[in-house]
């Protein structure tokens, strides 16, 4: 089974900061690892796919980059919305297993 | 416009089944697409539960494979989770959502609670 480690799990920082998430995968999964964001009481919202492609309809503030076995999710600046916990998902296994990373609660400072 | 729906028993006694189905309005299930479930315990993380595809083809999580089958109706548009011998670490909020490209993208429920409990 492919194992997700998604760092940190909790972040502080206030509105106009870059910040980034990091997932790390246990064994290559290519480009195969896509981001969401979840706010309380909310269902997941998908924000990036295949690594670093932007969904669409998402702020372009929100950037995905990496592949193999570590990825990155970016927000450039922040803003009073993004507060929310954020996860990676990986589907890379054949046949299709997802594994999502433990998530990231991002707060404001 | 895509909409999914949850419905199902919101308690369910331990040992027994808990059973959920996700109608889909806006689209045809038999038109394509894969179809999955989701799970997020109180406080907690989410869990990939399986995966259907129109066919009929199924993906569960190794984790929960013994004890899960998903389904699909698609005279009635809708696709169907019975997980067996739940017991309190089952209490979740149960998702259904679209996939497309890997995993779930634009188009969720609204997730509904499931509590074991005798």
């Known amino acids: 089974d492919i194992q997700m480690t998604q760092s940190p799990s909790s972040l502080s920082a206030s509105v106009g900061d870059r910040v980034t998430i990091t997932c790390r995968a246990s064994?290559?999964?290519?480009?195969?690892l896509g981001w969401y964001q979840q706010k309380p009481g909310k269902a997941p919202k998908r924000l990036i796919y295949?690594?670093?492609s932007l969904q669409s309809g998402v702020p372009s503030r929100f950037s995905g980059s990496g592949s193999g076995t570590e990825f990155t999710l970016t927000i450039s600046s922040l803003q009073p919305e993004d507060f929310a916990t954020y996860y990676c998902?990986?589907?890379?296994?054949?046949?299709?297993?997802?594994?999502f990373g433990q998530g990231t609660k991002l707060e404001i400072k | 416009q895509v909409q999914l729906q949850e419905s199902g028993p919101g308690l369910v006694k331990p040992s027994e089944t808990l059973s959920l189905t996700c109608t889909v309005s806006?689209?045809?299930?038999?038109?394509?697409?894969?179809w999955g479930w989701i799970r997020q315990p109180p406080g907690k993380g989410l869990e990939w539960i399986g995966t259907?595809?129109?066919?009929?083809?199924?993906y569960y999580n190794p984790s929960l494979k013994s004890r899960v089958t998903i389904s699909v109706d698609t005279s009635k548009n809708q696709f169907s989770l019975k997980l067996t011998s739940v017991t309190a670490a089952d209490t979740a909020v149960y998702y259904c959502?679209?996939?497309?490209?890997?995993?779930?993208?634009?188009?969720w429920g609204q997730g509904t609670l499931v509590t074991v409990s005798s």
């Open positions: 959502a679209r996939e497309l490209g890997g995993g779930p993208d634009d188009y």
């Open positions: 806006g689209y045809s299930i038999s038109s394509g697409y894969y």
């Open positions: 998902l990986q589907h890379n296994s054949y046949p299709p297993a997802y594994t």
């Open positions: 064994q290559d999964i290519r480009n195969d």
């Open positions: 295949a690594a670093s």
């Open positions: 259907i595809y129109h066919t009929g083809s199924t």
